[in-house]
């Protein structure tokens, strides 16, 4: 009684099946040369590591052999982050019809000199911890930020991500800060330039556009939105500067919306809660919304009016 039967079942897979006829892109079935996600996110995990030997790598391992372990992680990373690009490469204009082979040596030459960056990513993130363990009262130590900080975890993903970017690897770097997004609620488009001392405070709801640039010594609270004024240009659109530029020792306080590719915010500034900027503001500037007025009725006072 209720149950689907077979001739149900067989008329339901005809239905779908004569819908994947056509050429729309969500038809389109080619797992063996599409990016795998959960290899993505594999790839961050161990680059954690790498980054973080002392907080994210297998407490079973001694200190003695990290050289060994540090070997097999970079080899790890190394082997699959290659693939990952190998098969994205074709996304690119130049590379769309290029040999397999081709491909492949392009996506180890990228692979290898993002490799090379990392002690630089290193650095960058020791500044960003010290900005938040100067920035932030409630913090007891440099540890806990590592290891407990979503905004951290989501800027330490994006310098990752970025530094791909920058190499022209397209896809990957996306999904990488979109899996940090999933995670802490912080959306950062890995093409956003942004410079040393970041410090994200709480970090919820946080947006920040491909094309922001931030300087340096710049603190973020939660709910912020550093966007464009208007996307209906679409594709138009693509590579123009659409978000805006903040400057350096800059305060952004929650809820503030600051939109547009030519908004410039001037070094020293300090933008106030649920303010809306939609022009620049000069170095030095204090920026706030004017207090909405309100009232304050006791029961007491109902009861009278009663």
Do not use: C, W
């Not at 993505?40 to 995990?45: K, M, Q």
């Not at 020791?126 to 975890?153: R, V, W």
């Amino acid at each position: 009684m209720g149950q689907v039967s077979d001739p149900e079942i067989n008329e339901l897979v005809d239905l779908i099946l004569d819908d994947y006829e056509d050429d729309r892109t969500i038809n389109k079935i080619d797992i063996h040369n599409q990016p795998d996600k959960q290899a993505v996110t594999d790839v961050i995990d161990k680059l954690m590591k790498i980054l973080f030997p002392g907080y994210y790598s297998d407490k079973v391992y001694k200190i003695y052999s990290l050289k060994n372990n540090m070997s097999a992680a970079i080899e790890d990373v190394v082997f699959h982050l290659k693939k990952q690009i190998s098969i994205v490469l074709k996304y690119t204009d130049k590379n769309e019809e290029g040999p397999s082979d081709e491909l492949d040596e392009k996506a180890k030459e990228i692979t290898l000199e993002f490799m090379r960056k990392i002690p630089e990513i290193r650095a960058v993130l020791e500044t960003d911890i010290d900005a938040a363990f100067e920035g932030d009262p409630a913090a007891y130590s440099k540890d806990e930020i590592i290891l407990s900080y979503p905004g951290f975890y989501a800027i330490a993903v994006n310098r990752i991500a970025h530094e791909l970017f920058l190499l022209g690897v397209p896809i990957i770097p996306r999904m990488m800060t979109e899996h940090a997004h999933s995670i802490t609620g912080i959306d950062i488009h890995p093409g956003a330039t942004i410079g040393r001392y970041f410090f994200i405070d709480h970090g919820t709801g946080i947006v920040i556009g491909e094309t922001t640039t931030i300087g340096e010594h710049v603190k973020i609270y939660q709910g912020v939105t550093l966007g464009g004024l208007s996307t209906r240009g679409g594709q138009k659109l693509h590579g123009k500067k659409r978000h805006p530029t903040i400057g350096n020792n800059v305060t952004i306080y929650s809820g503030a919306s600051i939109l547009g590719g030519e908004t410039v915010i001037g070094d020293d500034v300090v933008v106030g809660g649920n303010t809306f900027i939609v022009n620049s503001v000069e170095k030095g500037t204090r920026v706030s919304a004017r207090k909405q007025e309100l009232k304050f009725k006791s029961n007491s006072t109902r009861s009278k009016e009663k």
